[in-house]
């Protein structure tokens, strides 16, 4: 007997996965896509060069379980989609703990996602990146 391909799945999904497990695939992909916007946004913005952001900033922004973000960004580490940093400090020269932030890599993997466009980012004329607020 030969397997069937669901008409359901994307042609994207691998077929040999049960729809749920495509589904939490899916669910992670959004999250991390989520996860790289919001350190892109950090970096293009300028509030300074090689900005790093703590897990309370993406906590807040994305509205996801601590934990949550913890565990897609170690699978990004591990990717070298985003680097940790530690002894951080503010502009003023004050002690600002750890943060994250965006890599080369990370940059070029989510400018190809479709949520990259839907995000409001746009290049510039003369080839850097801006963020416009959707």
Known sequence: ????????????????????????????????????????RCEIHGWFPECRVGLRVLQDALGLNREVIRGVIADLRARNFVVYERG??????????????????????????????KAGFGGCADGTEQWVMP
């Open 1 to 40: 007997m030969t397997a069937q391909a669901n008409p359901d799945q994307s042609k994207d999904t691998p077929s040999h996965l049960p729809d749920h497990a495509c589904a939490a695939l899916v669910a992670i992909q959004r999250v991390e896509d989520a996860i790289l916007i919001e350190l892109a």
């Open 88 to 117: 951080l400090w503010t502009e003023d020269g004050q002690p600002a703990g750890a943060g994250y932030g965006i890599t080369n890599a990370g940059f070029e993997h989510i400018r190809q996602t479709e949520a990259y466009a």
